[in-house]
T-cell receptor, first 112, second 113 residues
Framework: KQEVTQIPAALSVPEGENLVLNCSFTDSAIYNLQWFRQDPGKGLTSLLLIQSSQREQTSGRLNASLDKSSGRSTLYIAASQPGDSATYLCAVGMNRDDKIIFGKGTRLHILP | NAGVTQTPKFRILKIGQSMTLQCTQDMNHNYMYWYRQDPGMGLKLIYYSVGAGITDKGEVPNGYNVSRSTTEDFPLRLELAAPSQTSVYFC????????????FGPGTRLTVT
């Protein structure tokens, strides 16, 4: 059974710092991994989607990497801003069926 | 495009009542999903559909039913509501397995008392 773990569960950093959020998964038979952002009381917004054949994706100040063999992904946020404060979730799409399994998320707070 | 829309936004049910959560997407997406999110937790997949007429169970299907008679609509039915079904419910859609970027609705906050 696939398990997706996100560490840390919560993180507070001063504005302007670069930071890394981690996502690990136990079953490497995935076809993609997606990072989402969720603001309080809101739905999810897709940030980056990495196909299993890719190593990384970039969008603006965000960079996501994928190491499928070791079951790890990282989301790198450069020059953090208070507006980046949110919960960040990763989710993996499974090869053997069409299920998508989520981690519990990392709650990020950027201190002005 | 309206994207993924969900109704209602909020609902309070009494134990044993039934209701249907509506989900509609106007992006011609084949794949649709229902998730529930409990406080401090990630999303748990309830049911999903890869096309009209096809549905399958996710991680936590007990107490729920779905149907997919059209590409656009994917309603979630709660029969005999229980307090354990108090949660926020999200519907999502994506175009295909390969182009699997998911688009989410705004959610339905359900309380069962």
């Amino acid at each position: 059974k696939q398990e997706v773990t996100q560490i840390p569960a919560a993180l507070s950093v001063p504005e302007g710092e670069n930071l890394v959020l981690n996502c690990s998964f136990t079953d490497s038979a995935i076809y993609n991994l997606q990072w989402f952002r969720q603001d309080p009381g809101k739905g999810l917004t897709s940030l980056l989607l990495i196909q299993s054949s890719q190593r990384e994706q970039t969008s603006g100040r965000l960079n996501a990497s994928l190491d499928k063999s070791s079951g790890r992904s990282t989301l790198y946020i450069a020059a953090s801003q208070p507006g980046d404060s949110a919960t960040y979730l990763c989710a993996v799409g499974m090869n053997r069926d069409d299920k998508i399994i989520f981690g519990k998320g990392t709650r990020l707070h950027i201190l002005p | 495009n309206a994207g993924v829309t969900q109704t209602p936004k909020f609902r309070i049910l009494k134990i044993g009542q039934s209701m249907t959560l509506q989900c509609t997407q106007d992006m011609n997406h084949n794949y649709m999903y229902w998730y529930r999110q409990d406080p401090g937790m990630g999303l748990k997949l309830i049911y999903y559909s890869v096309g009209a007429g096809i549905t399958d169970k996710g991680e936590v299907p007990n107490g729920y039913n779905v149907s997919r008679s059209t590409t656009e609509d994917f309603p979630l039915r709660l029969e005999l509501a229980a307090p354990s079904q108090t949660s926020v419910y999200f519907c999502a859609s994506s175009y295909s397995r390969e182009l699997r970027e998911q688009y989410f609705g705004p959610g339905t906050r359900l309380t069962v008392t």
